[in-house]
């Protein structure tokens, strides 16, 4: 059954992306049995991009939807198109993983160059700016961390640059940073008209997305690949587990092992009133995605309504609402004084999927079947680009080949009470954020 959370999030109406996105496209729920060469589990980003991918090879694929394509993370977050880990860095990823870690680290250099070349190429309507990517520090000692990440990624390839304090002063309009580092390839977008056209370019291109048919169960039977659902079954080849975060919410019984390694933290999500021509043009005037090197994180960015888009964490569980909008609002207020009182109108919240060590887990379930989960806020260029890879996987491309750097799943030693105390965790952020290293 259902959690609590997705029973809440089903009657959720303050999501500015779900005001403001067009409806998608029809996707009937399944009823019956049904072939096909490969079933993706999940109609987030990676799953729909992997059925694009898959069609373009002439695949015949299914996807099957708990709720509806961008219900879930995908639909939720800021929308930030980040082609970074939030912690790991290049070294860090190629040390542990080796060849792999190396693909993997230039997947993700490419990830929202990938993402931007995929909205041009379809024309999805996503409000799609690639006005790159900032990282202030918050701390002058910080600066090492920038320098780390110009240093590493520059070596790799990424088109990235070391900014001094007064160079993020004119790139935000803010005082408040020490310097930073930028990335010229990400941006942002409506992450839900982005999933919403990802689904459209599919189904168009020949895929078949039933919507509110949750995956109960999977098995490999006589050589094939057995999705159970509530009304029905798909039968295929190939089988692409794609529900991240999400993966234990509908269905505790899908994937324990993979459920159980990552932690759901509910991220909050919040949209002023649209700002002044004239006040805008003073913060972050070229519309960067801007998020800093806080644990208690602070990102910004516009949408196309000139709408600021931030968000929070908040502690305890009473008046959540109202106690995030004015803590929020006076961060905004004391990051941006020009900015003058803030109201916003819009306030939601999803899950975003930690690991202990920030790093994504990517792994094989057998047979022509592939499972990835923990995207640590950190998915949205990245999941567009693991699609290709698990639809290359799908088409037979060697393991020595792919940029998917796998491991067997490892479940969290109590993990209910880990999900549990988790928010916790804010604590212990917000006393290291006002270290200095």
């Not at 109960?216 to 690949?225: F, K, N, P, V």
């Not at 950190?378 to 999941?383: C, E, M």
Request: charge should be positive; charged fraction near 20%.
């Amino acid at each position: 059954m259902p959690t609590d959370f997705v029973n809440a999030c089903a009657r959720d109406t303050g999501s500015l992306w779900s005001a403001v996105t067009p409806e998608g496209p029809a996707c009937p729920a399944l009823s019956g049995s049904v072939q096909a060469d490969a079933v993706v589990i999940g109609a987030g980003f990676t799953g729909l991009s992997t059925a694009l991918n898959l069609r373009k090879a002439g695949v015949d694929v299914v996807v099957v939807e708990a709720a509806e394509p961008g219900w879930g993370a995908s639909g939720r977050n800021n929308g930030q198109v980040i082609p970074t880990l939030s912690r790991p860095d290049p070294d860090d990823i190629e040390k542990r993983h080796g060849e792999a870690g190396e693909r993997f680290v230039h997947l993700l250099r490419d990830c929202a160059a990938t993402l931007f070349d995929t909205v041009r190429e379809h024309r999805i309507q996503a409000e799609a700016e690639q006005t790159g990517w900032v990282q202030p520090v918050h701390s002058p000692g910080r600066i090492a961390i920038a320098e780390r990440r110009v240093r590493q990624w520059s070596k790799r390839g990424a088109p990235v640059e070391l900014l001094d304090a007064g160079q993020v002063r004119a790139m935000v309009g803010s005082q408040a940073w020490h310097g930073g580092f930028w990335n010229r390839t990400g941006g942002h977008i409506n992450p839900l008209a982005l999933a919403r056209g990802l689904a459209r370019v599919a189904i168009e291109a020949g895929a078949r997305i039933h919507a509110h048919t949750p995956a109960l169960h999977y098995a490999r039977r006589e050589g094939r690949w057995v999705v159970r659902t509530p009304s029905g079954e798909v039968r295929a080849r190939a089988l692409v587990l794609a529900t991240n975060t999400y993966t234990g919410e509908f269905a505790p019984a899908l994937a324990p092992a993979i459920a159980r390694e990552v932690v759901p933290v509910l991220s909050w999500q919040m949209a002023s009133q649209p700002l002044s021509d004239s006040v805008r043009a003073t913060v972050i005037p070229g519309r960067q995605a801007l998020s800093d090197t806080h644990g208690e994180l602070i990102f910004a960015r516009f949408d196309a309504r000139n709408r600021l888009i931030t968000g929070g964490a908040i502690l305890l569980p009473f008046d959540r609402a109202d106690r995030l909008k004015t803590a929020v609002a006076a961060r905004i207020e004391r990051l941006w004084p020009q900015i003058g009182p803030v109201r916003f109108d819009h306030l939601w919240n999803g899950y975003v999927g930690m690991t202990p060590d920030f790093m994504p887990r990517f792994h094989r379930l057998g047979t022509d079947a592939w499972a990835w989960a923990g995207c640590n806020g950190r998915a949205v260029g990245l999941s567009v680009a693991l699609g290709g890879e698990f639809a290359k996987a799908v088409c037979g491309v060697p393991e020595r080949e792919l940029a998917l750097p796998f491991t067997e799943p490892q479940p969290l030693p109590m993990h209910g009470i880990v999900r549990r105390v988790a928010p916790l965790m804010l604590l212990r952020y917000r006393r290291m954020d006002r270290k200095e290293i």
